[in-house]
């Protein structure tokens, strides 16, 4: 029988009184010595990324998760305040939940957390969202030239380098994972 049986990636489980979630497992074999499975975990609360052996882990302790919709409603200060869409209750997690999400958030769009014990312990952003243009060089052309970029700075903040057509107030898609230009959205 597989040592990794009721494994998965995604999964929330605790360990030593710490909560983790499973980003990947891989087994590895060494001469006649029995397999060892190794687990790459994410510490919830700070985001520190490590690895364990499922001998450390012992029979791991799945923990029930919910993920609910939250509505981002407005930055006070160093907190970003969110709302459940269907309790209605405030929300203020800390700057470790949301991590590199930060800079993708729009104000009243909704937004997936990983809820654990009734505590939101990870946004889950998509791969790719749509964020608009709030302040660019003008338009220019570039003889045809597709490789060509220029900064903008998006509703958020961030600055990501685009195409030399995009101008301020369009709408464009961004990948979340490489925080780069995807596309213009229409």
């Known amino acids: 029988m597989s040592q990794t049986v009721g494994l998965r990636r995604g999964m929330v489980i605790r360990f030593q009184g710490h ?7 891989k087994t590895s074999h060494s001469g006649k010595q029995r397999p060892t499975v190794h687990v790459k975990l994410r510490e919830l609360r700070s985001g520190h ?8 882990l012992g029979k791991p302790e799945e923990v029930t ?9 407005y930055a006070a200060g160093k907190q970003r305040v969110f709302m459940d869409t269907e309790s209605f209750e405030q929300y203020s997690p800390p700057e470790s939940v949301l991590g590199d999400a930060m800079p993708f958030l729009t104000e009243e769009e909704t937004y997936r957390f990983l809820f654990v014990e009734g505590e939101p312990l990870s946004l889950q952003l998509p791969d790719v969202v749509v964020m608009n243009v709030a302040d660019t060089a003008p338009v220019e052309h570039a003889g045809g030239s597709s490789s060509v970029y220029k900064e903008a700075r998006l509703g958020s903040g ?3 380098s685009v195409p030399l057509f995009i101008k301020t107030g369009d709408r464009i898609r961004v990948s979340t994972e490489s925080k780069t230009y995807l596309g213009k959205e229409h």
């Open 19 to 25: 909560l983790y979630t499973v980003l990947d497992w």
């Open 49 to 56: 990324i490590g690895d364990r052996s499922l001998d450390e």
């Open 65 to 73: 998760t919910e993920t609910r919709g939250m509505q981002y409603l």
């Open 158 to 160: 961030m600055t990501i």
